[in-house]
């Protein structure tokens, strides 16, 4: 393996290891956690496709909602398992957002993705409660619950996590 290799791994492992501790340690803030939670997730997304190209942003799309959704012992855990392909899609757009658009204007590559973030899980939760709720007995309470995490809210929190992954990767200029 080459050392530029290794340093795109190191990278995205690293970034990954602070999505996930963010992700656990939000089950201990209280209801309103996603608006912590989601902000850094969402940050280091931008980060890890800044800086390891779109590989990095992609597997912590995948694997930061995987990790979390199986480690979750919340009553709603097994619905949002059966609901992660479509966040690790939602982050995934974010992703691709930012790594065509970034180049040429990050502000507008940011807002742009989380419009787009938001449109599909929006979309990809009214559809998943409709159709596939009745199928896995979802409980309406928890229909709810989804919702309203995966509407509005991922919207500001892309958005948030955008601006501080700008905040980190002007800082960071120098060293990626």
Do not use: E, Y
């Given at each position: 393996m080459t050392s530029g290799k290794i340093k795109i791994l190191t990278r995205t492992a690293i970034l990954l290891a602070i999505a996930v501790v963010f992700q656990m340690a939000g089950r201990y803030m209280g209801p309103q956690n996603n608006f912590i939670v989601g902000p850094v997730v969402n940050a280091v997304l931008i980060i890890a496709t800044a800086a390891t190209g779109l590989w990095g942003g992609a597997a912590i799309?995948?694997?930061a909602p995987l990790i979390s959704a199986v480690t979750n012992k919340a009553p709603i855990a097994p619905f949002?398992?059966?609901?992660?392909?479509?966040?690790?899609?939602?982050n995934f757009i974010l992703?691709?957002?930012?790594?065509?658009?970034?180049?040429?204007?990050?502000?507008?590559?940011?807002?742009?993705?989380?419009?787009?973030?938001?449109?599909?899980?929006?979309?990809?939760v009214t559809v998943f409660i409709r159709y596939i709720g009745p199928?896995?007995?979802?409980?309406?309470?928890?229909?709810?619950?989804?919702?309203?995490?995966?509407?509005?809210?991922?919207?500001?929190?892309?958005?948030i996590g955008g601006i501080l992954a700008l905040i980190v990767l002007k800082a960071l200029r120098n060293n990626l």
């Open positions: 799309s995948v694997l949002v398992l059966a609901f992660t392909p479509f966040i690790a899609a939602g992703v691709l957002a930012f790594h065509l658009l970034g180049k040429k204007n990050k502000v507008a590559a940011l807002l742009t993705g989380a419009a787009l973030k938001f449109a599909f899980l929006f979309a990809s199928i896995i007995k979802l409980p309406s309470k928890t229909g709810v619950v989804l919702a309203g995490l995966f509407s509005w809210p991922q919207f500001v929190t892309a958005v």
